[in-house]
Nanobody, 118 residues
């Protein structure tokens, strides 16, 4: 089973919303007591960046670029990590991934494409 499988991306107009989902394997969930989890994104020509983090204690953190617009959450009963994205901007266009934090190189999934455009 893949460690992480992302879904929920698509084309949305500026100002719109999307909710991304990330299904994780049961073996990954055993690592949550040690590692934080996070959503990352990579835009064309740019480095991959962390856009939302969920610590082992349940705290969340976001960079200024998405603070107040993105919300990370996790449902352990469903083995799913979520990213609610509101007030989307064209600069949010990227492929979005989930992983542990710090990320594990071998755990990257295919990602899900988010395109914000009118």
């Amino acid at each position: 089973q893949e460690p992480f499988v992302e879904s929920g991306g698509g084309l949305v107009q500026p100002g719109g919303s999307l909710r991304l989902s990330c299904k994780y394997s049961p073996s990954i969930s055993t690592m949550f007591s040690i590692y934080a989890t996070g959503w990352y994104r990579q835009a064309p020509g740019k480095q991959r960046e962390l856009v939302a983090g969920l610590t082992t204690g349940g705290s969340t953190n976001y960079p200024d670029s998405v603070k107040g617009r993105f919300t990370i959450s996790r449902d352990d009963a469903k083995n799913t990590l979520y990213l609610q994205m509101n007030s989307l901007k064209p600069e949010d266009t990227a492929v979005y991934y989930c992983n542990l934090f710090p990320y594990h190189e071998g755990h990257w999934g295919q990602g899900t494409q988010v395109t914000v455009s009118s």
